[in-house]
T-cell receptor, first 116, second 118 residues
Framework: AQTVTQSQPEMSVQEAETVTLSCTYD???????LFWYKQPPSRQMILVIR??????QNATENRFSVNFQKAAKSFSLKISDSQLGDAAMYFC?????????????FGPGTRLSVLP | GAVVSQHPSWVICKSGTSVKIECRSL??????MFWYRQFPKQSLMLMAT?????????EQGVEKDKFLINHASLTLSTLTVTSAHPEDSSFYIC??????????????FGPGTRLTVL
């Protein structure tokens, strides 16, 4: 079974600065998807970024980018030019590539605070 | 696009009563929907997976007779908490898998329902 680990329960960053959230996972599969979801105080889960494991290029979405290291099974999220609205819980998630593994495996989350 | 709604957003009920939570995909057909439970300051715990027109698949430890799931159409799934007790109080979140080609790997989440059982 796959597992997802987020070793930083809490992180803080100064507004306009850059922060990196860590995520590691364990799997024996070669093809899969990885995601970062954001959960602000409203509790609405919001997709931040997704990465297909067969793609070597790191995904980027505006101020959000990932550092995907497949061999190391690492999938960190970098937030540049942090804004107050980035404050939230961030969950890393894994999904198997085939249709049988439809459900996500979520990490425990990292709570990000943005300091003005 | 890819909007998922949940209703109600919060509900308070008496112990012993049943509560139904609706999850709708508003602008896409969801062949698969998922129901999660989230305790305070914790991650999401998958309760069950429901495919349109078939019985839900429950995760180990989740009572299927207590948490009834119906996925009668491609845009609607319901979770009914039967004979609710205070320990069922939690935040329930649904998500939907977009059946369109190229988007089947992503889940889109509803805003959640906070259930409080007195």
């Amino acid at each position: 079974a796959q597992t997802v680990t987020q070793s930083q329960p809490e992180m803080s960053v100064q507004e306009a600065e850059t922060v990196t959230l860590s995520c590691t996972y364990d799997t024996s599969e070669s093809d899969y998807y990885l995601f970062w979801y954001k959960q602000p105080p409203s509790r609405q889960m919001i997709l931040v970024i997704r990465q297909e494991a067969y793609k070597q290029q790191n995904a980027t979405e505006n101020r959000f980018s990932v550092n995907f290291q497949k061999a190391a099974k690492s999938f960190s999220l970098k937030i540049s030019d942090s804004q107050l609205g980035d404050a939230a819980m961030y969950f890393c998630a894994y999904r198997s590539y085939d249709n049988y593994g439809q459900n996500f495996v979520f990490g425990p989350g990292t709570r990000l605070s943005v300091l003005p | 696009g890819a909007v998922v709604s949940q209703h109600p957003s919060w509900v308070i009920c008496k112990s012993g009563t049943s509560v139904k939570i609706e999850c709708r995909s508003l602008d896409f057909q969801a062949t698969t929907m998922f129901w999660y439970r989230q305790f305070p300051k914790q991650s999401l715990m998958l309760m069950a997976t429901s495919n349109e027109g078939s019985k839900a698949t429950y995760e180990q430890g989740v009572e299927k007779d207590k948490f009834l799931i119906n996925h009668a159409s491609l845009t609607l799934s319901t979770l009914t908490v039967t004979s609710a007790h205070p320990e069922d109080s939690s935040f329930y979140i649904c998500s939907a898998r977009d059946g369109r080609t190229g988007l089947t790997d992503t889940q889109y989440f509803g805003p959640g329902t906070r259930l409080t059982v007195l």
